[in-house]
């Protein structure tokens, strides 16, 4: 697999879903189950739910994400939790840029690459979402669109900090559907976001950088998707959710 190159990071989104008890309950029925991973495994959890799942992945392979994280490093602004609280609350991950925060909550390629830089000046892992709607691959943008929201995302993002930086490539129209992109489609997507990244950087850090695929990934279609050149691991909604599922896909991404 490509994974000699790449390590496959499989990242769970929980979206607004599961209470600090159940998540507790969740990640204790994981654990076991994804022991024996050949790979990053990680759960993205809403911010009430953090300091549940740190106590509960202790000691095991499972490292914890938030959903979202602001730009600016503390002030009066309602609601929102900054990087360095995150670090402080043991978490090493952040989704950036999720297409529901695009749709439902105003999130622009500005915002996101402001939220990137300041998860990477607080030492966090970025896995920024990017990804078309149906109308948009229907008009043919979908390559276009891609690369420009992967390089929006990227400005003043140094060589060296791409290291840890994630790009999840997820389909709108596959989010929550169903509907998965087929495993070509996926690797033709992926690829897209892995020539914006060598375009602006370069092929070394174009081949070492970690795209996941998102989008209705689940138990029975991972192991194609993540057979795929591209494809280094996935951002799995709904199938997070559930211990057995989540931890076939890790499977499949171990192979
Ligand atoms: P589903 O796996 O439920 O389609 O969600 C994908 C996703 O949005 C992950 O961020």
Redesign the pocket.
């Known amino acids: 697999m490509n994974k000699q190159t790449r390590k496959a990071v499989i990242?769970?989104?929980w979206?607004m879903n599961k209470t600090p008890s159940e998540t507790t309950a969740l990640i204790n029925e994981m654990k076991p189950l994804v022991a024996d991973a050949d790979c990053d495994v990680v759960l993205?959890v809403p911010f009430i739910d953090i300091a549940a799942a740190v106590e509960a992945a202790k000691g095991s392979n499972i490292k914890i994400g938030a959903e979202n994280v602001h730009f600016k490093e503390s002030g009066a602004y309602t609601g929102e939790v900054s990087a360095a609280m995150l670090v402080e609350a043991g978490v090493e991950y952040v989704?950036i840029g999720?297409?529901?925060r695009r749709t439902y909550f105003g999130e622009t390629d500005q915002t996101v690459n402001l939220r990137t830089l300041a998860a990477l000046k607080a030492g966090l892992k970025p896995i920024v979402?990017v990804g078309e709607t149906l109308e948009q691959r229907e008009l043919g943008y979908t390559e276009t669109l891609l690369k420009f929201q992967t390089k929006m995302a990227l400005t003043n993002v140094s060589a060296e900090d791409m290291k840890n930086v994630i790009i999840?490539y997820?389909p709108v129209w596959?989010?929550?559907?169903?509907v998965?992109a087929t495993d070509d489609q996926a690797d033709e997507g992926n690829g897209f976001v892995r020539a914006a990244i060598e375009e602006k950087y370069g092929k070394d850090v174009a081949k070492a950088t970690t795209v996941q695929y998102?989008?209705?990934?689940?138990a029975k279609n991972a192991e194609g998707l993540v057979s795929k050149y591209n494809v280094d691991g996935?951002?799995?909604?709904?199938?997070?959710l559930k211990a057995e599922d989540f931890s076939i896909i890790v499977k499949a991404a171990s192979k």
Do not use: D, Q, R
Request: glycine share 26%.
């Open positions: 990242a769970g989104n979206k993205c989704v999720h297409s529901e979402c999840a997820e596959a989010i929550g559907t169903g998965t998102g989008g209705s990934m689940n996935g951002l799995i909604g709904g199938a997070s």
